[in-house]
């Protein structure tokens, strides 16, 4: 009886703490969130944004355990074609014809960058999520945005899924997309 609860004792004080096995790899959407309306429908090409990330773990969320956290591992999905995806898809419903080649008769315009971080990491009793991409947005051979941008949200609970992880990377990328796209309009709406 003693040799039993000395045995059980480590594994019931150490129940609550956290877990670094991956939850299961998190589906990577996006819903076009409409940001902006081109002035001037144009045609730019549009180039593969990089994944720059140290890490390509996309954080932690909450286990359910007191304090505990679960790792989130990298995403199911390529990140950095998630986020050219993403812009493709805004840049289109903005009125602009997306291509992916640049030269005469096409355009003259070209897009691309970098992704920089994907992170979710929980906090006291929520959440938070941040994404950064550097854009660069080149007419012909002058660079007329060369920036990063910053998003975060944040959603209180999250389950030890990747559903609603995956939704709130989504609202993340959405609110990105209203910084990133009117610079983007603007840079290649401006006088030559």
């Known amino acids: 009886m003693i040799r039993t609860l000395l045995f059980l004792l480590p594994a019931l004080f150490t129940a609550g703490c956290a877990s670094t096995t991956p939850t299961g790899a998190v589906s990577l959407r996006y819903t076009v969130a409409g940001t902006q309306t081109a002035e001037v429908p144009r045609r730019v090409a549009l180039f593969k944004i990089s994944d720059a990330r140290e890490d390509s773990n ?11 956290s679960k790792s989130l591992g990298p995403a199911r999905d390529n990140a950095a074609k998630w986020v050219t995806d993403a812009l493709e898809g805004e840049l289109s419903n903005a009125g602009y014809t997306v291509v992916n080649a640049m ?5 003259n315009v070209a897009i691309d960058g970098q992704v920089s971080d994907i992170h979710i990491e929980p906090k006291e009793a929520s959440h938070e999520c941040r994404i950064t991409v550097f854009i660069r947005v080149r007419r012909g051979e002058t660079e007329v945005l060369h920036k990063s941008f910053q998003a975060s949200e944040s959603q209180p609970g999250l389950g030890a899924t990747g559903g609603t992880a995956s939704e709130l990377l989504t609202r993340t990328l959405q609110q990105l997309m209203r ?11 401006q006088p030559e």
């Open 58 to 68: 996309l954080g932690a969320i909450h286990s359910g355990f007191a304090r505990g």
């Open 103 to 107: 030269g005469p008769g096409v355009t």
């Open 179 to 189: 910084s990133v796209v009117p610079a983007v309009l603007r840079a290649v709406e």
